[in-house]
């Protein structure tokens, strides 16, 4: 069974620029959340979909923003990157949210 | 929103002896709770979790407690080994909803 793949690994973007970031959930797994790691910080909550549908959302400014298709995967945007989004983003896929979840490796994305 | 609180962002510990990290929560809501480690560019790996309505779960040398009242939670390691130095996360989740401690660094020295 695969686990849950995010891409890219790796990201260097400039400030004001807009990226997009993509996790694939284990199979079968229909809710997704993605966190936000900073040093200090821990794991930040973002946003979780389930079925397509945002259910929750954390407590980030609207330039990040995400959707969830119909296979389960599910893309995360930032938009006008600033110096402070340079962090690890993770994406976590399990069968319903308050359950055990299962991370990716994350997506490494540092704003220069 | 610090919804779930590690306070020792490190804890070092000989190899043998018991490693205990602690959590604290601050949402009644939360019902299941879950303790994550960590390692240097992979994602967090679950470990261990623990439902509202028992207050300790055992799985091999990790156990889980956990202090409703007192909304705390730990999770005790016996005997550490230098394997599993790592960041250690706990999490708390309510429908929808799961949230992150900062995690604490553990160091088994030999």
């Known amino acids: 069974k695969a686990g849950v793949t995010q891409t890219p690994r790796y990201l260097i973007k400039t400030r004001g620029q807009q990226v997009t970031l993509s996790c694939s959930p284990i199979?079968?797994?229909?809710?997704v959340s993605w966190y936000q790691q900073t040093p200090g910080q821990g794991l930040q909550f973002l946003f979780e979909y389930f079925s397509e549908t945002q259910r929750n959302k954390g407590n980030f400014p609207g330039r990040f923003s995400g959707r969830q298709f119909s296979n389960s995967r599910s893309e995360m945007n930032v938009s006008t990157l600033e110096l402070g989004d340079s962090a690890l983003y993770l994406c976590a896929s399990s069968t319903l949210l308050n359950t055990e979840a299962f991370f990716g490796q994350g997506t490494r994305l540092t704003v220069v | 929103d610090q919804q779930v609180k590690q306070n020792s962002p490190s804890l070092s510990v000989q190899e043998g002896r018991i490693s205990i990290l602690n959590c604290d929560y601050t949402n009644s809501m939360f019902d299941y709770f879950l303790w994550y480690k960590k390692y240097p560019a992979e994602g967090p790996t679950f470990l261990i979790s623990i439902s509202s309505i028992k207050d300790k779960n055992e799985d091999g040398r990790f156990t889980v407690f956990l202090n409703k009242s007192a909304k705390h939670l730990s999770l005790h390691i016996v005997p550490s080994q230098p394997g599993d130095s790592a960041v250690y996360f706990c999490a708390a989740s309510a429908l929808n909803d799961m949230r992150f401690g900062a995690g604490t660094r553990l160091t088994v020295k030999p």
């Open positions: 199979s079968g797994h229909r809710s």
